[in-house]
Every structure is written in structure tokens, then in C-alpha cells.
């Protein structure tokens, strides 16, 4: 029963991001402040690919905390229109 219920729930999604600084390494934890939130993937230039935990995305963005990975801030598009 409980499989069914939680289906739908996606809680890691492959999310893009732009990258102030130089970008992390593939594999390099995505933090808020002592709190992970996913890790990064591949990227080109300033932008990227993080596999990330949607709920804690979220709950750093509502309080105001800049994702950083590898000493990079990390700006996420997640609930708006992606530039």
C-alpha cells in the first residue's frame, strides 16, 4: 500500500543550475549550509546539471540559503521560468 501512495512523489530530481565561480567537479556534494541537498553533475561553462532533493531545495530557498559545491554559489531555476 504504501508504494502506491508514494508513486508520484518525486523527491531527487536532475536539475539545472548557473554556477557563480568556477564549477564544481562531477560528484562534489551540493550543500546548505551543514545540510546536503544533492550532488553535482557534469557541466559547460557556468552551467549545470545537479541531481538534487526537491524538499531541501526548497527549504533553503524559502530561507533565504545560497546552495554552494565546491566553494561555488549555485543558483537554481527550480519553480520559476528558466532564463
Do not use: C, Q, W
Not at 567537479?25 to 551543514?34: C, N, Q, S
Amino acid at each position: 500500500m504504501s508504494r502506491t501512495n508514494h508513486r508520484s512523489l518525486a523527491r531527487k530530481r536532475v536539475t539545472p543550475y548557473h554556477v557563480n565561480g568556477v564549477a564544481p567537479a562531477p560528484g562534489t556534494k551540493v550543500m546548505t549550509g551543514e545540510i546536503e541537498i544533492g550532488v553535482a553533475g557534469s557541466h559547460s561553462g557556468d552551467r549545470g546539471l545537479a541531481l538534487i532533493r526537491l524538499d531541501r531545495l526548497a527549504d533553503a530557498m524559502a530561507a533565504g540559503t545560497v546552495p554552494t559545491a565546491g566553494g561555488a554559489s549555485l543558483e537554481f531555476a527550480v519553480g520559476r521560468a528558466a532564463s
